[in-house]
Nanobody
Framework: QVQVLESGGGSVQAGGSLTLSCTAA??????LAWFRQAPGKQREAVAR??????YYTDSVKGRFTISQDAAKNTITLQMNNLKPEDTATYYC??????????????????WGQGTQVTVST
């Protein structure tokens, strides 16, 4: 069993920054990703870090940065130049199922409870 915990959401004005953190307990480190879900929309992949390689969805490239702290079993999502369209509940996912496409929410076995990010104009 893996326990996933996110923190760091909040409310900011457009152009501002927020940092999200995800800690996974239970042998999940190395297989973690960030997703988000806006009201009325499907959950979408945001970023993933694997073996020092980073992957981002096009809409956040150049603005979001994912990093890892192996000692703390934690990944961090630094979000800069936030836009109103970034408003969503952000979820951390752990343990990708086999070689499934990481961008699909069904490809991940464990989820955190989510943290709200609200960006106002």
């Amino acid at each position: 069993q893996v326990q996933v915990l996110e923190s760091g959401g909040g409310s900011v004005q457009a152009g501002g920054s927020l940092t999200l953190s995800c800690t996974a307990a239970g042998n999940a480190y190395g297989s973690l990703a960030w997703f988000r879900q806006a009201p009325g929309k499907q959950r979408e992949a945001v970023a993933r870090m694997w073996s020092n390689n980073t992957y981002y969805t096009d809409s956040v490239k150049g603005r979001f940065t994912i990093s890892q702290d192996a000692a703390k079993n934690t990944i961090t999502l630094q979000m800069n130049n936030l836009k109103p369209e970034d408003t969503a509940t952000y979820y951390c996912a752990a343990v990708r199922i086999g070689a499934a496409d990481w961008r699909l929410s069904a490809s991940w076995r464990y989820w955190g409870q989510g943290t709200q990010v609200t960006v106002s104009t």
